[in-house]
């Protein structure tokens, strides 16, 4: 085993495996820009590196992803970042729907989208909370295997938003319970998500790390073409009935939802933060 630990999130390698793992355990691994753009870097190493043949996504601690950080000490939002996803301008030093308009479509639907693209199977390994933002991660991965412990929310439609950037709902779940999910945000266990597909297993919790590298080792006996190949094939099947097409426009009613909050709430969440989400029942 080849360790290298970066923060916020670790990279190592178990034979022809690549386990990224995001690592900001006490805040329930809330993705800020930070962590966004250490992910991007992790990916194209395991991308780069020719011993690995598959790519397994980790959340450290009880819990995959509680989602975006929208009120960490170490939140970053404001900040710039060198761009890897898209060619819009800095949001840092613009304002309003300019700057979040920018800023989300670089660190959400555009990291979400290179991401899927991976040309290696990525398989996420999810414990816990599987929230928000971090139905995204889960989301962008070919396969999902889950703990008997995890659910899975998209509560912003308290924001008065209509889901999460990468709005994969209808896709990864039939249309009326993903209306469901969101008109109510309310947590769906892995049992029922496996169900209805979105996850492939649900496997105990004490076994699942050692089950999803066990069956991304299996896959990466696979000649490393033809799993390129396949993996683009069902991408462009899930295109073709939409997908794409559909990401970019619920994404800009996400933003007209922000903007309407702007003018008519303290703020372009709807007043709502990590405390105010809780007492709503996230």
Request: a negative charge; one cysteine or more.
């Amino acid at each position: 085993m080849s360790t290298a630990p970066t923060e916020p999130v670790r990279y190592e390698t178990r034979g022809p495996v690549a386990l990224i793992t995001m690592d900001r355990p006490a805040y329930r691994n809330a993705q800020n820009s930070a962590m966004t753009y250490a992910l991007d870097r992790a990916f194209y190493r395991a991308t780069d590196d020719d011993a690995v043949g598959t790519v397994v996504l980790a959340g450290a601690g009880a819990h995959f992803s509680a989602g975006h950080d929208i009120g960490t000490p170490e939140r970053d939002a404001h900040l710039p970042f060198d761009r890897a996803a898209g060619l819009w301008w800095d949001h840092s030093d613009k304002k309003g729907a300019e700057s979040r308009y920018a800023r989300e479509s670089e660190v959400y639907l555009g990291m979400c989208r290179r991401w899927r693209e991976l040309p290696k199977p990525v398989l996420a390994c999810v414990q816990g909370a599987c929230v928000a933002g971090g139905l995204m991660l889960a989301w962008i991965c070919d396969l999902i295997i889950a703990a008997e412990d995890a659910f899975f929310a998209d509560p912003v439609v308290r924001m008065g938003i209509p889901g999460v950037e990468y709005f994969a709902h209808p896709w990864v779940m039939p249309p009326r319970i993903a209306k469901e999910f969101l008109y109510t945000g309310d947590r769906m266990s892995a049992a029922r998500a496996y169900e209805l597909g979105m996850v492939n297993r649900v496997v105990p919790r004490d076994q699942l790390l050692d089950h999803t590298v066990e069956l991304a080792t299996r896959i990466a006996g696979q000649p490393r073409m033809g799993l390129a190949l396949t993996k683009r094939a069902v991408n462009q099947a899930e295109d073709l009935q939409g997908l794409h097409t559909g990401l970019d426009s619920v994404f800009g009613l996400h933003h007209l939802a922000h903007a309407h909050n702007a003018e008519t709430s303290r703020d372009a969440l709807g007043g709502m933060d990590i405390r105010a989400m809780k007492e709503a029942g996230s």
